[in-house]
Nanobody
């Protein structure tokens, strides 16, 4: 069983920044591929970013490319999502997810993830 706990969400003005954190339990965090997703009411959850087990590779959705950066600290069992240049359309609940046995370096498909956090609300005001 792996537990994921997100933090760092909140209310920010357009153009501002936030850093989300996701702390994971488990002894083999450095083998997990991690992902960040977001969801707004009435819409499907969408991938925002994904990062390989050692952090060397990352994927970003076109909507956030150049503004968001995923990183991880395997010594702390934590993955981060640095968000800059926030826009009102970034408003959503953000989730982190863990793929314990990834078959590719980065994992962008939600169903491939094994565990999910509870989510953290990000609200960007205009």
């Amino acid at each position: 069983q792996v537990q994921l706990v997100e933090s760092g969400g909140g209310l920010v003005q357009a153009g501002g920044s936030l850093r989300l954190s996701c702390a994971a339990s488990g002894r083999t965090f450095s083998s997990y591929a991690m992902g960040w997703f977001r969801q707004v009411p009435g819409k499907e959850r969408e991938v925002v970013a994904a990062i390989s087990n050692r952090g060397g590779l990352a994927y970003y959705a076109d909507a956030v490319k150049g503004r968001f950066t995923a990183s991880r600290d395997n010594a702390k069992n934590t993955v981060y999502l640095q968000m800059t240049g926030l826009k009102p359309e970034d408003t959503a609940v953000y989730y982190c997810a863990a793929d314990l046995n990834p078959t590719t370096a980065v994992v962008t498909s939600g169903p491939r993830y094994d565990y999910w956090g509870q989510g953290t609300q990000v609200t960007v005001s205009s």
